[in-house]
């Protein structure tokens, strides 16, 4: 710890910031946990606006006060961190973590609690996907009686895997993931090359401009995400391809929701005798969005993340000695990738 | 990091590498494994889960270990078991949670019923 830490009063001119780095001590800021109480009252207010799928609007109000509360202390810690150059990076000095940065493996325990959060989605969808039979297999077997729901799992991958067009917002999804995954490593490696190597004009349009197709890449999968649950799209006529045209139908047109009790789908109409399986499909559609709902939502953060750094990129505040900014955002950003290499085959395609 | 894979730059590697295996993934859903599948004595949807597993779990350290620093690099070490920690949590989660089933007392297989190896 520096010498100076609490020997003058001026280093801390305001609460709100902007910090003054150069003097050597720490800086924690309240900002995240401000910003955690501000998520945690958005859930909680969220959970009362659609209880038992019941709008009640006296929760709304509540809702927008979370949100100028998250949008206030995000605007605390950004003003904070823009003064950060980098001059003052604490390492561990004891073991295990003998001359790693703090702040590293404190991202890294904050992906332990994310890691847990992913492990009980998927080992739900584990324990449902084989204690529920597949609604599939019940059509087959002819154990239903028309206009009476039979509990099924049905996995939206009957629908989104059920022709390339369908798998085309999902698979693209994956491809935008993996470049933004190389566009950000880019962004580090051109931060990271030693002053004097490279022009400074040079460096920072390489840093912001990967940063912003990381940004783009992101908001690419958002977008996708949306016309896959709510749009869907329509496939022109292209004869030179033999396409002919026809509409995609978003999951929601589809009737794939999280409260459908009374599912009918097209295949699951007995041909000999015209009679019309009905499934009660809200477990499998309930883990299928709020698994790849909580990805998403990583996916926004990720966003709002990328976006203060390519600002900051963009005033060429990066160089070798603040690029760890863009490494401890960048690990973040890869386990979202990393979450979704096992979202994609285990909720997309099988 | 100023690795390489195969005498060239390991983040272009790496990119290239889960680009083929992503490829690889999608292609399997779409094509026909039905033929392949019989030959496996499984069903395609079997033989399509394998397949996606096994994509999988190279995609997975290709990303951890390359991207996010956990190859080559003089922390890599301790960050990599920093890393592996919850791994038995995980482990824990998805055997108590993730593989019951609730017939799992009655259904589990002959090799792990009381009885066998003269216990």
């Known amino acids: 710890m520096s010498a100076d830490y609490h020997d003058h009063d001026d280093h801390h001119p305001s609460p709100w910031g902007p910090h003054d780095w150069g003097h050597g001590a720490p800086h924690n800021s309240f900002s995240p946990l401000i910003m955690s109480i501000g998520c945690g009252m958005f859930l ?52 295990p973590f003998k001359n790693v940065q703090v702040r590293k493996v404190g991202v890294w325990i904050f992906l332990w609690s994310e890691m847990m959060i992913f492990s009980s989605l998927f080992s739900t969808y584990m324990r449902y996907r084989q204690g529920i039979p597949r609604c599939d297999t019940v059509f087959e077997s002819g154990d239903w009686v028309e206009g009476v ?41 051109w931060a990271n090359k030693p002053v004097g190597s490279v022009d400074e004009e040079v460096r920072r349009k390489r840093v912001y401009r990967y940063l912003a197709a990381t940004w783009c890449l992101a908001a690419l999968f958002l977008t996708l995400k949306m016309i896959e649950w709510f749009i869907g799209f329509h496939v022109p006529e292209i004869g030179f391809l033999g396409l002919h045209e026809h509409d995609i139908h978003s999951l929601y047109s589809e009737g794939y929701l999280i409260n459908n009790d009374h599912y009918q789908a097209h ?38 993340g990328l976006t203060y750094l390519t600002y900051k990129a963009w005033t060429g505040a990066y160089n070798p000695q603040s690029a760890v900014s863009i490494e401890y955002f960048g690990l973040y950003w890869h386990f979202v990738d990393l979450v979704w290499v096992l979202v994609f085959p285990f909720f997309y395609l099988y | 990091m100023s690795n390489t894979i195969l ?45 996606l597993t ?57 090799w792990c019923r009381p009885g066998n190896y003269g216990l």
């Not at chain 1, 309930?286 to 698994?291: D, P, R």
């Not at chain 2, 730059?9 to 690889?24: E, K, P, R, V």
């Not at chain 2, 999988?56 to 290709?62: D, G, L, N, Y």
Request: aromatic share 12%.
């Open chain 1, 44 to 95: 909680l207010m969220l959970g009362g606006l659609f209880s038992f799928g019941e709008y009640d609007g006296r929760y709304l109000p509540m809702i927008f006060v979370s949100l100028a509360v998250i949008a206030a202390a995000l605007i605390v810690w950004c003003r904070q961190d823009m003064s950060f150059d980098g001059s003052y990076e604490p390492r561990a000095v004891g073991v």
């Open chain 1, 149 to 189: 729901a039979v509990t099924c799992f049905e996995p939206a991958s009957k629908l989104i895997a059920s022709s390339w067009w369908h798998i085309a917002p999902g698979a693209i999804n994956t491809f935008a993931l993996i470049i933004s995954s190389f566009t950000i490593v880019q962004a580090l490696r």
């Open chain 1, 267 to 304: 295949h699951y109409v007995d041909e000999a005798t015209g009679a019309h399986m009905v499934a009660n499909i809200q477990v499998s559609a309930s883990l299928f969005y709020v698994t790849t709902g909580t990805h998403g939502l990583h996916v926004f953060g990720g966003i709002v």
């Open chain 2, 7 to 51: 005498g060239r730059d390991a983040y272009w590697m790496n990119f290239f590498g889960l680009m083929l295996l992503t490829l690889i993934e999608v292609a399997a859903v779409g094509a026909d494994l039905s033929s392949a599948a019989e030959g496996f004595s499984m069903t395609e949807r079997q033989l399509t889960l394998w397949i």
């Open chain 2, 54 to 110: 096994v994509i999988a779990i190279p995609k997975f350290i290709m990303i951890a270990a390359i991207f996010m620093h956990l190859w080559g690099e003089n922390d890599s070490g301790i960050l990599t078991l920093t890393a592996l920690f919850p791994a038995f949590f995980i482990i824990i989660m998805i055997l108590f949670i993730g593989l019951t089933h609730p017939d799992a007392s009655m259904g589990l297989p002959d």
